[in-house]
């Protein structure tokens, strides 16, 4: 079992739409979550950070963290074509090394 | 936040060859870092580069390959050595004050091995 699944899509949905990005994660010792976006021929953009379960809300993301389910998410409202992109979720092992761990990404595709 | 540069953004290489690959940061950064990016795969981490001393590479990376340099807080190079065809992929950089911390992520530098 990989340390954490993403399901790599394509997603796509009309404009407006809410989004639901989701990953898995398997060690109960990742306690950083992060939701990266990155654009087509750029790096990865931090969007969402949190270390507690439950809903972290800024502007049109949401980031929910599930720790008994081992599941995160990153809801998207009133989506926008610029949405357009890649999100990887990430999260850190809380050890001395603190690797990050990313998911595959998944690929989103919002329809004008 | 720190705005993060590569040089180059992209190259094709012949099998056999080296490539150095540039990442300079407009603001000192306690740790810089290097990402391999294969399509469909998720980002790997191949080295931590350290100032001043020797970079400490992940499982399945090793100095001979990927010789990293960090002469001071805001520039670093890898480069990747010996190349073929599977090393064809994103090579990104990032920089942050300590691994819990944000993260950010250079352009990539993307690398095609013929």
């Known amino acids: 079992q990989k340390e954490v699944e993403q399901d790599p899509g394509p997603l796509s949905v009309p404009e407006g739409a809410i989004v639901s990005l989701n990953c898995t994660y398997s060690?109960?010792?990742?306690?950083?979550f992060m939701w990266y976006r990155q654009y087509s021929r750029k790096g990865p953009e931090l969007l969402m950070y949190t270390y507690s379960s439950g809903n972290k809300e800024d502007g049109r993301f949401t980031a929910q963290v599930d720790k008994s389910s081992k599941y995160i998410s990153l809801f998207i409202r009133d989506s926008q074509p610029s949405d357009s992109a890649t999100y990887l979720c990430?999260?850190?092992?809380?050890?001395?090394?603190?690797?990050?761990?990313f998911g595959k990404g998944t690929r989103l595709h919002i329809l004008p | 936040s720190a705005v993060i540069s590569q040089k180059p953004s992209r190259d094709i290489c012949q099998r056999g060859t080296s490539l150095t690959i540039q990442c300079q940061v407009d603001s000192q950064v306690t740790m810089m870092f290097w990402y391999r990016q294969q399509p469909g795969q998720s980002l790997t981490l191949i080295a931590t580069a350290n100032q001043g001393s020797e970079a400490t590479y992940e499982s399945g990376f090793v100095i001979d390959k990927f010789p990293i340099s960090r002469p001071n807080l805001t520039f670093s190079t890898l480069t990747v050595s010996n190349m073929s065809p599977e090393d064809s992929s994103i090579y990104l950089c990032?920089?942050?004050?300590?691994?819990?911390?944000?993260?950010?992520f250079g352009p990539g530098t993307r690398l095609l091995v013929l």
């Open positions: 990430a999260m850190i092992l809380m050890n001395r090394d603190d690797k990050i761990i």
């Open positions: 060690n109960s010792a990742f306690q950083y």
């Open positions: 990032s920089g942050g004050q300590n691994r819990r911390e944000t993260q950010y």
